[in-house]
């Protein structure tokens, strides 16, 4: 079963950047969608960035025009670089892959350990 390893985090102080990297062990990416989350403290994990077929992406409002999500399949990593970063992303970033609607919902997506992210001001 493929296995997602999350690397990159760190401290950095607001207006620095940071590159996320996710790679996957066990299998391939192949042509999953593939999502960057994130759990900041007292608050939901929730999609911030994702990138499917045809390498369409998608971000939440908080994030747009700061962070790029991307994916090297021949390396089997995506990638969220994140630019100017503001105190408010602090948060544990998490990697995701779809494996589609044929795995129930409880099976469906597949975690990394997650990163930590702190944004000091």
């Known amino acids: 079963q493929v296995q997602l390893v999350e690397s990159g985090g760190g401290l950095v102080q607001a207006g620095g950047s940071l590159r996320l990297s996710c790679q996957a062990s066990?299998?391939?990416?192949?042509?999953?969608?593939m999502g960057w989350y994130r759990q900041g403290p007292g608050t939901q994990r929730h999609l911030v960035a994702g990138i499917r077929s045809g390498d369409v992406t998608n971000y939440d409002d908080s994030v747009k025009g700061r962070f790029t999500i991307s994916r090297d399949n021949a390396k089997n990593t995506v990638y969220l670089q994140m630019n100017n970063l503001e105190p408010e992303d602090t948060a544990v970033y998490y990697c995701?892959?779809?494996?589609?609607?044929?795995?129930?919902?409880?099976?469906?997506?597949?975690w990394g350990q997650g990163t930590q992210v702190t944004v000091s001001s």
């Open positions: 995701s892959l779809d494996r589609g609607s044929d795995y129930s919902p409880s099976t469906r997506y597949l």
């Open positions: 066990g299998g391939s990416l192949g042509g999953n969608a």
